[in-house]
């Protein structure tokens, strides 16, 4: 189906139901319980993990097939958020305008950085993209406010000349009248609560869609070709392929995700910052990378997962919530509990999650999909060899060499 | 496209969990029950307090978030009921806000406008905050601001020193109690003038975005008027750490007087350097060298250390302060955490009284009833004198501060003395300025 | 005219005259080795024909086309595929991945942009890389991941993935070093068969005498850079200067 | 002209900062293979090292002074140093005035245990794995680092002063025959210039001249060969370990009186070191050193005002720029060697 064999498609029908579910799969505890804290079915939070999850799979086209370490993605992130905010400035909160133009202009964009760096590899190319993003930030930030307005941030002002904007247009960005941050369906059932908002799922369906593209590019010649230059470049020359056109073509696409990334951000809420371009942010999305498992289908999209839920989630617990959560302990001891847990939450989040990467890279080399399949392999011992076999279907790892 | 709500929320959720006393959010939804955004159902009202907890500012954001559990202890009843006491207005009972308890969220903004719109959108969300607060930078205040705009909740900006604030990017749902670069400048000018001589000629470093410009503008305008020459201005990149480079031309200038136009790490970084560089010993035309720093931190103040001794600028306010309001502030912050409160921490307990207080006095959480009640409001009674929230464009207009780095401190956060205490009046502008051009309040937005 | 003809190359490292004056000719559907002792500079003339480096001065003709500042990839698709001495394969991939680059990339040339059809659906180029896997007796390896093989079936993948190809020439750098009698008998046998059967001109460095002796139709003898002889097995073993400059010192 | 050579000393002055913290890094690279993204933060520990030691000495007994008030009101309690105590007001304070240098003392053992630690308990499983691997794991270390000092110190910076002997700054312009006051340069910053250059002579004389360090080099060169010698490479690798991060940790703690030091500190430096380490040739010694000076000095260069009024924003992008261009020019960096990181 799809072009698809069956068990792509099988993995390809799992993907498009946990995400069209992922309101209610994100809201496992009733309203006003204490664990309620670690619900994560707002829609901007769920917004967050299919856009970040869109950039993380771009991402892993060239990274985790080519085996280019990009330090740079998050410039084409920002100049996708930055085309789809001009065009709600020029034109109107209509989406559709900046959406594919975001995708053309950082497509355009990767092509520039892409072929001077491309020229070279390993930490040389690393740097060079790493070197091309800081000056966008950089220039973002100062002088190129004109175009990007610096540190506060490119918004719409209602002096905008919006030239398209009709009488009754919605005035925040909507896809032919659906406003994004509206939400089409709110249930409650018993204690819980599931939100459904317009914008999750016009990210959802274009994530799917991402999905699939790439899911269809993995396994096609050109994702062959791809990860044929991530073992052996020297046999691919000598076998008649030329790896340069290769390259900068994952370089493109996955610069054309980041860009698709950046704009559903912009669409989501009407405002680019230029942090979204420092090297932080493309450093984020190594991480969610590796974290969710290079090279694989689903691992990126944990891993962008995992990411922003600490950042979201764990950075709001504060002491307040500790001590309502350990109220039953006796008064010296919840002291203790609560000063341990400051360490980890609040303002320690960035401290659970460096030890989260340490852990999970000395324990789960190949990310949290291993780790997946390690549980999996668990539960089904009993049953025969063949039902183990991932979803991903990937090669095995072969052994990590340094050099 | 409609908002096809099938359920009756309020209903449903009232019984079930009101008892509880959680705030239900309901935000972005047309709710048959709520008049506005997160309207609060049960017996508790929700704040959420956005903060850097990571990054250059965590620690205002800190000293942020104890000011916020102080106002919040405060208006619960709890406590010696602090600057409550010394309000002009007295209309809060001490019983929470309009008899609802007052809970609160937290996050960490991490001083990106990205990470702090992040965080406050959850907290609208998913905790169902009535009104966002707090910030220490100009990027992240607007940013929220305008997020807060669109959703429909209030925004009580916490340390926002640029003039875009409510300037260009004002809106009709933020307020600014904190002081503006304009009035700094305003402010500042004239002691200088008075201290330095107005014929002198002025050299700025300035931080490469848009608070930094807007400093520089108001400063340069301000002491150009009195006579001063301003011999260069020159900007500085955010990450930079080591200033040197940029200390030394001045060397080669026929400049008497260096305006560091930055804050935190910048700040104490370059003004650090300068005095290195022998800046303040420097003799020019038979006079002293000068350096000012027009907003000043006290905070920040501390890394750079004896640096900032004999150097002019402003603030938003002080602990020194000997005013009712102020002692009573510094009385319960300092008997709850045992150091004296920052201007960070004391604009942001203001900021949450004002907004309980206009809760109070409008009837309602509803924003625009808030707005109504906050627009043009007189008070006295929280450390700075009278102060008016300007209905034209809600920036609170005060007497300012002009403060000098101590020169024999007593303790660790005796740092800054204050010099003089600029009358509303002097610092008082047209809200159609240049500098602050360019923008709409817009309407007010309830939301829902 | 040969098919692979090599008119005075010269390559210096610096003050190392590598190569001097090489002349050679290989003629179509003949099998010809280039034997010399080590560093005469067997290495450095097959990576003067296939584009690794470029000689200082001389030509290189294929098929009455040059080759020189052509890049491997291009040198390639003229017909010319390399066997390497240490097995290069792609040792991430599975058997019949190795297999199908190859048959995409004589199909498609050196860059094509299908990203969206699955390798799976290709079935011509999927039955043709199966054949292939099946003549080289490897069929029932095609999902064993390349680098977890043993060297001698590396090598044979290696072939394999050069033959799919269909070359019109194929370079060999010591194409039995570090086997077993057994298995170079084999390969010896393989390559035989190819020739014959497939009409593949192929060039072979090799050591091994035995090698040569049984695959070769012409060899040249190369020491210190230039061509000392070139002529039939049964002339060169009697050549006194071969058996004085390399013969004599191996055996 | 004075503009130039004040420039060029500024150069210098970053680039010594630079220099040290890429020493370390390609040290580590060259010798162990491992991408250390944590060596910034090993900086800022060094950093932090003065001030703790600051701390230390000035640790106070509190006395009841009841004619003055603290801010509440309350009889003030007067701080003064167990350290005056014991040893009288004067040369208390003297030595608290002297804890910076006095830190590097206690810096080098502290640093080379975190060296020790750091690199048996984790980077030495990490020597087989892929480089993406070693930047993960040394990431979450730099960030562990930085959260558990912004845990213990704060946000905020904090000063660390250089002796008073050394405030003050030394007039170029007069022995040069310039004007007074035209070139001057702050003494402390010439000494962090000549401490550079002793660590780096140190490092490179210890590398030249030590059978140790014959052995390290030629692991460097070759580490399959060293370790076929049966060398116990192993060991060296862990002094090798704690020789980097002494000499980042020392970078550091020298560095504390420039800037005050905060906890980011390390990570606002490493994206730069890495570009110098990388601008020098990844594995090259000289490299970073050469790297280091010419990216400090090209960094001052285009902060001159005339240079910005041309090309606005160059200061912003100088760095960047000149890394690109090398790397283009130069395709392994100024003195990196085929082969290596390439893959």
Known sequence: ????????????????????????????????????????????????FAIFGIFAIGFNILFGLTGYLSFGHAAFLGVGSYTVVWMYKLLDYNVIWGLPLAIITSGLFALLIGFVSLRRSGIYFSILTLAFAQMSYNLAYSVLTPITNGETGLQVYTDDVQILMGANEPQSPHFFGIVMRENFWVADIGAWEFTFNNGYYFSAVIAILAF?????????????????????????????????????????????????????????????????????????????????????????????????????????????VLRQWFGFLPDGLEGAVVWVAEYFVGSGWHLTSGLLFMLVVIFLPGGLVEGGQKLAGLFKRGKSDEDIDDPEHQPKQSPHVAE | MSNSNFTRRGVLKSGAVAGAGVALPTIFTASSAAAYTNEPMGSSVTLGFNVPQSGPYADEGADELRAYQLAVEHLNGEGDGGMMNTFSSKALQGNGILGKKVEYVTGDTQTKSDAARASAKSMIEKDGAVMITGGSSSGVAIAVQGLCQEAGVIFMAGLTHSNDTTGKDKKANGFRHFFNAYMSGAALAPVLAARYGSDRKAYHLTADYTWGWTQEESIVASTEALGWETVNTVKTPLAATDFSSYITPVLQTDADVLVLNHYGGNMVNSLTNAVQFGLREKQVNGRNFEIVVPLFSRLMARGAGENIKGILGSTNWHWSLTDEGSQ?????????????????????????????????????????????????????????????????????FKDVLVVRGKENPTSEFDLLEVVEVTPVEQVTYDPNHPMFAGGNLGACNEGA | MGLLEVKGVGKRFGGLQALGNVNLSVQENSVHAIIGPNGAGKSTLLNCFVGKLIPDE?????????????????INQMGISRVFQTPE??????????????????????????????????????????????????????????????????????????????????????????????????????????????????????????????????????????????????????????????????? | MDAILLQILNGLDKGSAYALIALGLTLIFGTLGVV????????????????????????????????????????LKVKTPYIESWFGPETGAAIIDWSVPLAILFSIPIMLLVGFIMERGLIKHFYKRPHADQILVTFGLAIVLQELVKHWFGANPIQTGAPEAFKGSFDFGVLLGFDPNLIIYPYWRMVYFGFA????????AFLQFTTFGMVVRAGMADRETVGLLGINIDKRFTIMFGLAAAVAGLAGVMYAPINSPNYHMGMDFLVLSFVVVVVGGMGSLPGAVLAGFMLGILESFASMNWIKSMIPGIDQIIIYLVAIAILLTRPRGLMGRKGVMED
Not at chain 1, 16 to 41: D, K, Y
Not at chain 3, 58 to 74: D, K
Not at chain 4, 197 to 204: D, K, L, R, S, T
């Open chain 4, 36 to 75: 250390n993204f944590a060596h910034g933060a090993l900086f800022m520990i060094g950093a932090f090292c003065a001030v703790s030691l600051q701390r230390l000495l000035s640790l106070s007994f509190e006395t009841v002074d009841p004619t003055r008030t603290d801010f509440l009101g309350n009889p």
């Open chain 1, 212 to 320: 699939y593209l790439s899911l269809r590019i993995f396994r096609s010649p050109f994702g062959l070709m791809l990860r044929a230059i991530k073992t052996n470049q020297t046999r691919l020359n000598y076998t008649g392929l030329n790896a340069r056109p290769y390259t900068l073509a994952a370089f493109v696409i996955s610069g054309m995700y980041a860009g698709l990334a950046g704009g559903l951000l912009a669409a989501m809420d009407p405002l680019a910052g230029a942090e979204r371009m420092q090297w932080t942010a493309s450093g984020e999305v190594v991480l969610m990378t590796i974290l969710g498992g290079l090279g694989t289908m689903m691992g990126p999209v944990l891993g962008a997962g995992f990411i922003k839920y600490f950042e979201n989630i764990f950075s709001k617990i504060n002491e307040q």
């Open chain 3, 89 to 251: 394969i792609f040792g991430d991939l599975d058997v019949m991945e190795n297999m199908m680059i190859p048959c995409f990339a004589k199909r498609d040339g050196a860059f094509r942009m299908h990203a969206f059809e699955g390798v799976e659906n290709e079935k011509e180029l999927v039955e043709k890389a199966e054949q292939m896997l099946i003549d080289v007796n490897m069929i029932d390896k095609r999902h064993m991941n390349a680098a977890s093989m043993s060297r001698g079936d590396k090598r044979r993948l290696e072939m394999a993935m050069c033959l799919v190809q269909d070359p019109k020439l194929l370079l060999l750098d010591e194409p039995t070093a570090g086997m077993a009698r057994a298995d170079t008998n084999n390969t010896i046998d393989l390559l035989k068969e190819i020739n014959e059967k497939r009409d593949i001109t192929m060039a072979i460095i090799e050591h091994d005498m035995h090698v040569v002796f049984s695959l070769a139709e012409r060899i040249t003898v190369l020491a210190q850079g230039t061509p000392l002889v070139e002529d039939t097995p049964e002339n060169i073993k009697g050549h006194p200067k071969v058996q004085e400059a390399y013969l004599g010192e191996a055996h």
């Open chain 3, 58 to 74: 001389g030509s290189v003709l294929f098929n009455g086309q040059s080759v020189l500042g052509r890049t491997p990839h291009e």
């Open chain 1, 1 to 48: 189906m799809l072009g698809l064999n069956k068990k792509d498609t099988r993995f390809l029908l799992i993907v498009i139901a946990l995400t069209l579910l992922t309101p209610i799969i994100l809201q496992p505890f009733p309203e006003g319980s204490s664990l309620a804290q670690f619900n994560a079915g707002y829609p901007d939070l769920m917004q967050r």
């Open chain 2, 328 to 396: 009573a502030f510094v009385k319960s912050f300092g008997t709850k955490y045992g150091f004296p409160p920052s201007q960070a921490a004391h604009t942001v307990y203001c900021q949450t009284l004002l907004y309980a207080d206009a809760c109070e006095r409008a009837g309602t959480f509803n924003p625009c009833g808030v707005v109504e009640a906050l627009e043009g409001f007189e008070f006295d009674g929280l450390g700075n004198g009278k102060t008016t929230y300007r209905a034209d464009d809600h920036q609170c």
């Open chain 4, 197 to 204: 250059a002793v660590i780096v002579a140190a490092v490179f």
